[in-house]
């Protein structure tokens, strides 16, 4: 997605343009990653699933100890200025820091009001059914043991990234791997298909997409089984379709695993399934 210097933000209370906002030095955000997003997708400026993004953007909140400063209701009728109803997608972000403190330092008590920084900023979705799908790599996860908290500090997952860019395949994807396990991608959730049945990890030490939850019913939906269980390194690349999901880029095929062909080597009929249906939800 590629951003411009003047687009809509909110900062603190007052709506913007994001080349307009100032950001504290001593903000623990930009210090520390001590900060809570969410990406809200948008489509034609109506949200999807918006509720979800908004109760996970408190959890996290709750999870490390910042005190959301506005209610679920306040946070939705805030989203409102920055749709853009001519775009044809946009994506909101929204980042809570715990605040700016008079010095630099680790320990607590900190005593700092949050800032609260939203922008809006329309990108086309870089996925639909011509789509060829990408490889996947297999990596050793090397990031923090709370990945189920939507935080700021994503330097594992920056790595991620840098090594396939370092390796000449930036537009590839990464698959974390955990004790043999097939976990994550840096900013997706990962489904693997096989004999009739969907795998995804399980909720514990990833993140819970939205677009992973969506993806689960929508399985569901069409009579799929899906088992919330890590696939191994070996079994995912047995697989007869792999694809990761994140809420940009939607439903992504992964069509080979380190030079190993999935399936056919081609998006599958099962992801195609799903990716028509994931677009239903959008009009």
């Known amino acids: 997605m590629q951003y411009h210097h003047n687009f809509p933000a909110f900062y603190n209370g007052k709506y913007l343009n994001i080349n307009e906002i100032s950001i504290s030095p001593l903000d623990r ?10 990406a809200i997708p948008v489509y ?26 506005y209610s679920s209701s306040a946070w939705r009728s805030l989203l409102e200025p920055l749709l853009d109803r001519q775009a044809v997608a946009q994506l909101i972000y929204i980042q809570v820091s715990r605040g700016n403190e008079t010095s630099r330092k680790h320990r607590f008590p900190v005593a700092c009001e949050p800032n609260v920084l939203m922008f809006s900023n329309s990108f086309i979705p870089p996925i639909d059914l011509n789509y060829q799908g990408c490889a996947g790599h297999l990596q050793e996860d090397f990031r923090w043991q709370r990945c189920d908290i939507k935080s700021t500090s994503l330097m594992g997952n920056v790595l991620a990234y840098q090594k396939l860019y370092r390796d000449g395949v930036a537009n590839d994807e990464a698959l974390l791997v955990r004790d043999g ?4 991608a840096p900013s997706s959730n990962i489904f693997a298909y096989k004999n009739g049945v969907i795998y995804t990890p399980s909720l514990g030490n990833i993140l819970g997409g939205i677009t992973r939850s969506i993806n689960i019913k929508l399985a569901k939906d069409v009579g799929l089984n899906v088992v919330e269980e890590a696939p191994s390194c070996e079994f995912i690349k047995t697989a007869q379709e792999v694809w990761v999901t994140n809420s940009m880029e939607e439903l992504k095929p992964v069509v080979s695993i380190d030079g190993e062909m999935i399936g056919d080597g081609l998006p599958g009929p099962i992801w195609r399934e799903l990716f028509h249906a994931f677009q239903g939800l959008k009009a």
């Open 44 to 69: 034609a400026g109506k949200t999807l699933d918006e509720e979800g993004h908004i109760e996970r953007l408190m959890e996290g909140l709750n999870s490390v100890g910042i005190i959301s400063p």
């Open 29 to 38: 955000g930009f210090l520390f990653g001590d900060s809570i997003y969410e």
């Open 181 to 184: 396990k097939v976990v994550e």
